[in-house]
């Protein structure tokens, strides 16, 4: 009998603690929303918007396309370069290649959420 009033209190207590993780679950999620006028929405004209995007795509387009044409340029040996020294700029200028084209997407992940955000 002892051992099947510790599993029945054991479970209770887990059963206790589910509902109440889930109670402060539910506590903190965000309700229906009613629009009672303390929120203001302002709407952008769609036309201008998607204009911007564009200009700003437009602008990653074009630097990413200079800075793989300076990375090829930077790529070939030069006629004063020894074999070891043209490997070792050849490593240096792929890092420096990758993290540029790192930073040119995380730019254009910028322009996408933010022109996500904008949406809402």
Known sequence: MKIVAKKVIVYSMLG???VSMFSSVAAAAPGPI????????????RDDRHGHDNDQKR???ERQREEKERH???MKRRPHESEHEWRERQEREKERH???LREI????????IGSGSSDN
């Open 34 to 45: 009613n629009n009672n006028g303390l929120q203001r929405i302002a709407y952008l004209d």
């Open 59 to 61: 602008k990653h387009d």
């Open 105 to 112: 997407a995380a730019l254009l992940i910028g322009i996408v």
């Open 16 to 18: 206790l603690m589910q």
């Open 72 to 74: 090829e340029r930077e």
């Open 98 to 100: 990758e993290n540029v």
